[in-house]
């Protein structure tokens, strides 16, 4: 006898499972939609928006706003208004890259790391000057800069004093956080300069007679004496030929230190005469503090410098921004003479 086999029917799914998944499906599509906007809203350009201490988000839209497209921080806004986000406890710089989605970007600002900012300085002779692009840059401001500047108990903290406290702001690129303090940048500034001034450079200075921070207030002469860098180690040289003569330095940028005033284009004989520890003219051996914050590449070249003999210079008559050295008074009152000369001829005063 031949077995017959019962077909298997296939059982239907009960209608209300068939309900639910139309359900999800159609929710997976209205979510999907909905957040479209957000995955596709992106920024126009690159920028950084800044949130203080206790900032408020009416204060936070309106940042986004002035540094993004409307469109962009509406949707961004919006994102970090359902989640909850507290702003008043969020703080710091946020980088927002071009084409970055407002998704990302509400995350980043919502949970993300604070970004830290690039801070270059270069031919900064104050440091006034220095506090001004520091309050430019970072949250604290120029005042608050100088105030721990101009501290004595800080700066010891650092080994320096207030007149020789910008040995250690080295001209160059850092990074630091938009809220660091005044006082975390200059102890991250002490910690650079130690870094900078390992045992190489250091025994290179003692062999010129000199301790890291009197090289650096020789470069921070010769860097104020001539824009040619190629020249800068030897002018740096001639300076520490004068100092081991025991000769003043009689360098002319020290008294515009003095004066406060480097637009002077030509020293007088009473301007030589300025009462001030800066005045090589009138002091033996080098100022207090550097005049003019100096450039890592000078120092080395100061470092790396060839030995010669020469203790007299002056700026060459064809005003190439060189200058004519000698070893003697005479050929240097003659390389002067001449420039004296031109000076008179194209009325410099």
Request: with cysteine.
């Amino acid at each position: 006898m031949t077995k017959t086999t019962k077909s298997k029917k296939k059982k239907k799914a009960p209608f209300a499972y068939k309900k639910a998944l139309i359900i999800v499906a159609g929710v997976v599509v209205f979510l999907g939609a909905a957040m479209l906007p957000f995955l596709t809203s992106t920024a126009n350009a690159d920028t950084i928006i800044y949130i203080p201490k206790g900032t408020t988000m009416e204060a936070l839209t309106d940042s986004l706003k002035k540094n993004t497209d409307e469109t962009f921080a509406s949707r961004v806004t919006t994102l970090l208004s359902l989640s909850a986000m507290k702003v008043e406890t969020r703080h710091g710089a946020f980088k927002i890259g071009k084409g970055e989605t407002a998704l990302k970007a509400a995350y980043k600002l919502r949970r993300g790391e604070p970004s830290d900012l690039k801070f270059t300085f270069n031919n900064v002779r104050t440091l006034d000057e220095f506090a001004k692009r520091a309050g430019d840059k970072f949250q604290a401001s120029k005042a608050d800069f100088m105030k721990a500047l101009k501290d004595a108990e800080l700066c010891k903290k650092f080994g320096h004093t207030t007149d020789n406290i910008g040995c250690i702001l080295l001209a160059d690129s850092y990074k630091f956080y938009w809220d660091t303090t005044p006082e975390k940048l200059l102890k991250n500034m002490y910690n650079y300069y130690e870094q900078f001034w390992n045992d190489e450079r250091t025994a290179k200075a003692k062999k010129l007679g000199l301790t890291p921070d009197e090289v650096v207030i020789v470069a921070s002469i010769a860097e104020e004496e001539t824009s040619k860098s190629d020249e800068r180690g030897k002018v740096g040289r001639l300076y520490i030929n004068r100092l081991q003569k025991n000769m003043r330095l009689q360098a002319d940028p020290t008294v515009k230190f003095a004066l406060g005033d480097f637009s002077i284009k030509r020293i007088t004989l009473k301007m030589c005469e300025t009462d001030s520890p800066y005045n090589t003219y009138r002091n033996v051996g080098l100022p207090p503090g550097p005049i003019r914050l100096v450039e890592k590449q000078t120092v080395d070249a100061i470092l790396n410098s060839e030995p010669h003999d020469y203790i007299f210079m002056c700026a060459k008559s064809d005003f190439s921004g060189y200058h004519d050295f000698a070893t003697d008074l005479a050929t240097h009152n003659a390389n002067a003479q001449r420039y004296q000369a031109e000076l008179n001829k194209r009325n410099i005063k």
